[in-house]
């Protein structure tokens, strides 16, 4: 338990500190945008699909079920990611043009 | 040397346009530049990636294979996104989050395909990634379904008791599989993914309407935890941070709303609230009289108001009504009627759903009030209309102790002098309980389809 902790040290400082900044950023929002906020954070976390292409990227050529889901995995992020930002910017330019 | 250098600062700037995106988000005028942000972040630490990343010395092989799935999910996810319509977006969200969660889920498979033994906190990692994406996964595409009308909700207590021990099945599992990795051997990625995904499945099945938005926000924040632990996986900072403040981001906002429905998340989590029948009115005897109002009468009472409050409720989306609601408007201030929208923050199926659908019909955003604001106001108004809204202003929540959704802060309509409810029918809300105030003296219902009456309501006040 130890060792984890020393081991893992300044990935445990990236956690801490990003729920707090999570937690800082969020606590502000009008009950008006929480709808955009929601699905802007849902596309920010497609970032998994980074996951999905280096799982894919170092596959190796005659593992097919590794080849096969790395696919579905990168499509299935692609979605998340692009969906999601395309969502988010339909709902917030609707904001937009009453200024 | 120089690539690695090129790798991690684009996962720098990728961090930083995160945060800097979701703090932008959380402010009107900001919003849709911190979006483009985000995004912009998001591509150059993807292209980093493809471009820079290495895995002992090793390049990114396969490019081509994944930019077709890039190309390939780029296409259906614009089309989606572009196609659909504003009152069908949680569900689209609660989609495309459920894409993310089973993104997650398949990396943790591959690599314990891959790499089945490793260090106790190696396995963990790929474990828990693995459990958390996939129950948002499967919670998603129930919550889309059930969104869309496609599922119905399955109550019952015996349900809150499977959960519970299929809860205790997923950690014992992960225990086993992390301690004594060679009990279960390679098959304990198959036994996490089963029970995961009928976890899933189960937990959002009993939840009724009235939940709907606070699942979705706890399965986003679930979807931005499955991220962070891919990220421990392959050190990756970028979606350590990304991952983190959408989980922890997300979290606030799930409490937030279980708040603003007085409810614990406890509650939510175990699927103890359906939408069944458990609860009874008990403030609503049954010889009390409900007043009808015709649609002249009400043109009249609104034209001759000095100041007109419109509460919009899930059924203004179902009936598609919002246009019609901005027209409704618009007549009214042209005979010098002061009229304004409160918005409840949970009315509709996700917090601020109200308020994107009355954006889209071109309602200026400084109409829509929230609840703390016009409360105190209420006393001052002359008629308030509630259009398809039912738990969002029953009295209950402040007199009956009894009541399921006593202490739930609620738009206190009654306080004005009149109050019209537009409503299809005598039916329960989503919470499934009566509401008194279809009974109070001051109230009026008009029955009818939201987006009809409107329309007949505006037709009527021409002819005055």
Redesign the interface.
């Known amino acids: 338990m130890a060792e984890f902790f020393i081991e893992n040290q300044d990935l445990i400082y990236i956690v801490v500190l990003s729920i707090l900044l999570g937690v800082e950023v969020i606590s502000n929002v009008p009950a008006i945008l929480h709808t955009p906020l929601m699905s802007g954070a849902n596309a920010i976390h497609g970032v998994v699909i980074i996951g999905a292409i280096i799982v894919m990227g170092h596959a190796r050529s005659d593992d097919y079920l590794a080849l096969v889901l790395g696919f579905l995995a990168v499509l299935l992020g692609t979605l998340n990611v692009v969906g999601g930002f395309v969502v988010t910017n339909r709902m917030l330019e609707m904001f937009k043009k009453k200024k | 040397m120089t690539s690695n250098l090129l790798l991690q600062l684009s996962y720098l700037i ?1 961090s930083i346009t ?2 800097v ?3 932008q ?5 900001s ?2 530049k ?3 942000v ?2 912009f972040g ?1 591509g150059l ?2 292209l980093g ?2 471009l820079f ?1 290495t ?1 002992d010395g ?6 081509p ?2 930019l ?3 190309a ?3 296409v ?3 089309l ?3 196609k ?1 319509k ?1 009152t069908a ?2 569900q ?2 609660s ?3 459920g ?2 969660g ?3 889920a ?2 943790s ?3 314990f ?2 790499h089945p033994h490793g260090t106790p ?1 190696y396995l963990l990692v790929v474990f828990l990634g693995l459990i958390i994406g996939t129950v948002s996964f499967s919670g998603s595409i129930i919550a889309y379904g059930k969104l869309d009308e496609k599922i119905k909700d399955i109550t019952g207590k015996l349900l809150t008791y499977i959960n519970l021990l299929l809860l205790v099945l997923i950690l014992a599992a992960l225990t086993a599989a992390v301690i004594a990795p060679e009990i279960m051997g390679e098959s304990a990625i198959w036994v996490l993914l089963a029970l995961s995904a009928l976890y899933g499945v189960l937990f959002v099945m009993p939840i009724g309407g009235a939940d709907m938005p606070v699942v ?2 706890l399965l ?1 924040s679930f ?2 935890m ?3 632990f ?21 979290t ?2 799930t409490i937030l709303m279980c708040t603003a429905m007085n409810r614990s998340l406890l509650n939510v989590i175990i699927g103890s609230f359906g939408g069944g029948g458990s609860a009874a009115g008990s403030g609503v005897k049954g010889d009390q009289v409900v007043k009808e109002i015709n649609l002249t009468d009400t043109a009249i009472l609104c034209a001759y108001a000095g100041k007109v409050t419109i509460v919009p409720g899930y059924g203004l989306a179902v009936a598609q009504a919002q246009h019609i609601c901005h027209e409704l408007e618009k007549k009214l201030e042209d005979k010098g009627v002061e009229v304004n929208f409160a ?1 409840h ?1 949970v009315a509709g199926r ?4 109200m ?2 659908l009355l ?2 019909a ?1 309602v ?2 400084p109409k ?1 009030i ?2 703390e604001d016009i409360n105190p106001q209420m006393n001052s108004t002359d008629v308030v209309i509630v259009v398809g809204a039912n738990d969002v202003v029953n009295p209950a929540a402040e007199n009956d102790p009894s009541s399921p959704i006593y202490g739930m802060p609620v738009l206190k309509v009654w306080e004005a002098k009149n109050v019209i409810v537009l409503k299809r029918s005598m039916r329960a809300g989503y919470a499934g309980i009566e509401n008194e105030l279809f009974f109070h003296p001051k109230t009026k219902m008009l029955f009818g389809d939201a987006k009809e009456m409107l329309g007949k309501l505006v037709g009527e006040l021409k002819d005055l």
């Open positions: 990728g995160f945060i995106g979701l703090k988000l959380s402010s009107p005028d919003a849709r911190g979006n483009l985000a995004a998001m630490a993807i990636t493809i990343h895995h090793a390049p990114i092989g396969n490019i294979w994944i077709a799935a890039m390939l999910g780029t259906v996810g614009w989606m996104a572009m659909v504003m977006m949680p689209m969200v989609f495309f989050n894409m993310g089973a993104c997650a398949i990396i498979i591959v690599e395909h891959s906190g979705i926000s986003n979807t931005g499955a991220a962070a891919g990220g421990f996986l392959y050190d990756n900072p970028v979606m350590l941070t990304g991952g983190i403040l959408v989980g922890s981001a997300g606030i906002l918005i923050p996700m917090p601020g759903h308020n994107v954006a889209e071109d200026p955003y829509l929230e609840m």
